[in-house]
């Protein structure tokens, strides 16, 4: 009797296995992961590239994992997820959406440039025609060059990591404004907390775009951020939209902890349009101060410009 017993706890073992597959593949899109490299590294994710020639992502990569550890702590879970560095001239086929080198993430894939961003490369080249006083400051934390890929991809990339986590359970958030200021906290928690040698990195270029005022900006309100959001935005309009709600993470973490970001993100999940009807502003601005916190209702209630 023996030998049928071990037989069934066998092929039951082996179903358990193939769904854990299963579910891992269907998460992570592999369907972009065609005619890359893949790297071997000591980190649970697989990580892939471009052009094996351009060795550039070591630090970049220990970051990430770091802030994978610091994640999974905090929202109890293991993520399994790709990391993928590709050149500009290839991004197109890799990537979900330009400017080639700008750090995304979905599908349970984190797309960063292997080469310079065309955004670093563009907003160096702006920065650097300005009188010299402006931008003096910069040059200390981002070299005498400026290299704003510092900014672009080492920070970013724990950014758009800090993004899977609720992707994972949904994609549909009732505000796309909340979704970038939960990656944006979680961020700002993880290098505040954890990373500190990121700090300067991190908050440095934020504080001299929030100094420079909003004359780059055409559009500012929440509601034209949602319509236009990444694509239908210029990349100054987009950077200032995103200047505005780091500012205000950070300003939540320094006074609230990271425990928010658990609230936050249960709250994106539980209210994803999925599974629920769209809030109205006075709905979300109840439910947020509620089940969040005030400080993030008071976002939607006192964005400066209506």
């Not at 970001?261 to 109840?286: G, P, V």
Request: hydrophobic residues 40%; proline residues 3%.
């Amino acid at each position: 009797m023996r030998t049928p017993i071990l037989f069934i706890w066998t092929v039951v073992l082996i179903c358990c296995v193939t769904t854990q597959l299963q579910a891992q593949e269907s998460w992570i899109d592999t369907s972009i992961h065609d005619g890359l490299i893949e790297l071997q590294t000591k980190y649970s994710f697989k990580t892939l590239v471009s052009n094996d020639s351009i060795n550039t992502t070591t630090e970049t990569l220990s970051h990430l994992n770091n802030a994978k550890l610091y994640f999974d702590k905090i929202f109890q879970t293991e993520l399994d997820f790709a990391v993928l560095f590709i050149e500009n001239k290839k991004w197109n086929k890799h990537a979900y959406f330009p400017p080639p080198g700008l750090p995304q993430a979905g599908k349970g894939n984190i797309i960063l440039g292997l080469d310079k961003s065309i955004v670093s490369q563009e907003v160096e080249k702006m920065i650097t025609q300005l009188p010299k006083q402006y931008w003096a400051t910069l040059k200390p934390v981002y070299g005498e060059t400026i290299n704003l890929d510092l900014f672009y991809r080492e920070t970013l990339a724990i950014h758009e990591l800090a993004h899977l986590y609720h992707f994972k359970e949904g994609t549909k958030p009732q505000r796309k404004w909340l979704q970038e200021l939960f990656a944006t906290m979680s961020m700002y928690s993880f290098i505040n907390e954890q990373q500190n040698s990121l700090f300067d990195l991190m908050n440095t270029y934020p504080e001299f775009v929030l100094q420079s005022g909003d004359r780059m900006a055409e559009y500012k309100t929440l509601k034209d951020f949602e319509e236009k959001y990444v694509q239908k935005l210029t990349p100054q309009n987009y950077e200032w939209y995103q200047m505005q709600l780091y500012k205000a993470a950070k300003s939540i973490i320094d006074s609230k902890g990271s425990d928010i970001l658990i609230r936050l993100h249960d709250f994106l999940i539980r209210t994803d349009l999925s599974k629920t009807e769209l809030l109205t502003d006075s709905e979300l601005s109840r439910r947020l101060s509620a089940e969040v916190g005030k400080e993030i209702a008071d976002i939607l209630t006192n964005w400066m410009y209506k």
